[in-house]
């Protein structure tokens, strides 16, 4: 099992930058899959962007040329650095891993950030 805490949620203007954190209770080095999702009231989750434990990064088109993500094993904590946020950003982000043991796959979620970008 594995904790994980995201932080660095806030209220930003439009045009403007935010870094989230999602830290973990362990190592994150055998967690195959990192991910940020976001949600706003009344839609379903979805994916931001991804990385997996060889660094293979994927985004959603919302933030292509936007957003990156990345993963520090050694901090055991991955970041989504978010640049010229738009109104249409806002929303809680949380962070998800994606564990294989042995045969069955580990599934770890935060409990949130909230992002808000004013227009």
């Known amino acids: 099992q594995v904790q994980l805490v995201e932080s660095g949620g806030g209220l930003v203007q439009a045009g403007g930058s935010l870094r989230l954190s999602c830290a973990a209770s362990?190592?994150?080095?055998?967690?195959?899959?990192m991910a940020w999702y976001r949600q706003t009231p009344g839609k379903e989750r979805e994916l931001v962007a991804s990385?997996?434990?060889?660094?293979?990064?994927n985004y959603a088109d919302s933030g292509k040329g936007r957003f990156t993500i990345s993963r520090d094993n050694a901090e055991n904590t991955v970041y989504l650095q978010m640049n010229s946020l738009k109104p249409e950003d806002t929303a809680t982000y949380y962070c998800?891993?994606?564990?294989?043991?042995?045969?069955?796959?580990?599934?770890?979620w935060g409990q949130g950030t909230q992002v808000t970008v004013s227009s």
């Open positions: 998800r891993g994606r564990e294989l043991v042995r045969t069955k796959w580990n599934d770890y």
């Open positions: 362990r190592s994150i080095f055998s967690i195959n899959l």
């Open positions: 990385i997996t434990s060889g660094g293979t990064t």
